[in-house]
């Protein structure tokens, strides 16, 4: 029975590091969500008697009256829950940034129990508000959403073997010298016909005269 109520209610001793400011603020949303729990009672108690009268005599302001109270009552109810895990939890887990914005939330919820809540969250608000300013440095300013990029590196599969090593360059290596084609102008002796150049009077081969 204990565990399921510790799940509802948070205790009232917060911790003993929490700055003031903090300590106070969780205060206020304690107390707030015990406000939730109390009109749980309130508006099970009103629709109870509202469908019973509706049940016996008729009206259909009292089982307007009556499913009205229904529902604020689950509102309540999950209201006091949840403003346990978002807020007074996040608060013991050192989150005031997401305490701070979760009770954004359950102000508005709070007019379901007559806007009680919602008075002790405004509090609660403005203290969590009043002990990030002051723990905050003078000219910090956050990096807008998407302007900063994480770089993580590439996860690897399992089954992929790993990247080759890059090759290791040595020296440059020196070209061969290209063979390059006789361009002095050849002529063809008509006796053995071998080839010999042009300024040559008689052929190298059979010493035939150049015609």
């Known amino acids: 029975m204990s565990s399921a109520l510790d799940t509802i209610v948070a205790p009232i001793s917060s911790p003993p590091w929490l700055p003031r400011d903090v300590a106070e603020g ?10 939730f729990l109390l009109w749980v009672l309130i508006w099970f108690i009103i629709a109870i008697v509202e469908l019973t009268v509706y049940a016996l005599d008729g009206g259909t302001s ?4 009556g499913l009205i109270g229904l529902v604020a009552m689950v509102i309540c109810f999950m209201s006091a829950m949840f403003l346990k ?5 996040a608060i013991d887990q050192g989150r005031f940034h997401d305490a701070k914005n979760d009770t954004l939330v359950w102000i508005m919820f709070g007019f379901a129990a007559v806007a009680v ?7 609660t608000y403005i203290k969590l508000g009043d002990a990030i300013s002051a723990h ?8 807008a959403p998407g302007t900063v990029a994480a770089q993580t590196p590439r996860a690897q599969h399992p089954h992929q073997a790993p990247p080759a090593p890059a090759p290791v ?6 070209p061969h010298p290209q063979y390059h084609p006789h361009t002095t102008p050849m002529l063809r002796c008509k006796n053995c016909n071998v080839q010999f150049p042009t300024f ?12």
Request: aromatic share 10%; net charge positive.
């Open 62 to 65: 009292r089982l307007l009256i």
């Open 169 to 174: 360059q040595g020296p440059p290596v020196q």
């Open 136 to 143: 905050t440095p003078v000219g910090y300013m956050p990096y």
């Open 117 to 123: 809540p919602s008075i002790l969250l405004i509090l």
């Open 26 to 35: 969780r205060r206020y949303a304690w107390w707030a969500g015990i406000m």
């Open 200 to 211: 040559m009077h008689t052929c190298p081969n059979c010493g035939a005269p150049k015609e």
């Open 85 to 89: 895990r978002t807020v007074i939890d």
